[in-house]
């Protein structure tokens, strides 16, 4: 078998209005993804966050329903699939952690903690910052790296530029509360 060059698939797990907003396409690209709304003092810093790893998505979705507050219109956890073309990738400004070596690596560390504690995120010379970074993803505050996960950070508007329209792909069952 030869290498094809194919789409990179990632997925970002979320709750069904979420998934909705974030597929209803914006004025400049085809997503509704907005940074402003995404939340700082992550990992990575701020930015919109997905993984290669179905599984992990699918958990992430399942804990942000878990978490969504009742008062709003979630009904079920979904998953979204990006098909990004590696071609438009490749050219971004990109910082990258090996998976299996990241949990020992002092770099990795020092850049979570930095981006876990600016409100800033990662800026370089000339006030730029990363357009993407890809590593693992770490056990909350604790210095461990979560076995077989990852996660891809996309932080500038080239990088969401490059985003394709979302796929829905697979939703949770709905639960809907039952007023007695």
Known sequence: MSWTNGPLVLYHGTTDDA???IKKP?????????????KPF??????????????????????????HPKSKKAVC????RFEIDRDQLAPLLSLC??????GLNSDYWDF???????RT????????????VFGPVSLGRQR??????DQVSFHTEAALKILPPPILHSQGKPTYDMEV
């Open 42 to 67: 992550r990992d990575f810093g701020r930015g919109f966050y997905l993984t290669t790893v179905l599984r992990q998505a699918e958990s992430w979705a399942d804990r942000k329903f878990r978490q």
């Open 112 to 118: 979570v903690q930095h981006c876990r504690k600016r």
């Open 26 to 38: 914006a004025r400049v690209w085809p997503h509704g993804i907005d940074l402003v709304l995404c």
């Open 144 to 149: 461990f790296v979560i076995k077989d996960a």
């Open 19 to 21: 998934a909705s907003a």
């Open 77 to 80: 956890s979904a998953v979204l």
């Open 121 to 132: 995120t990662h800026l370089l010379q000339r006030n730029k910052n990363y357009d993407v």
């Open 97 to 102: 952690f090996v998976t299996e070596s990241a």
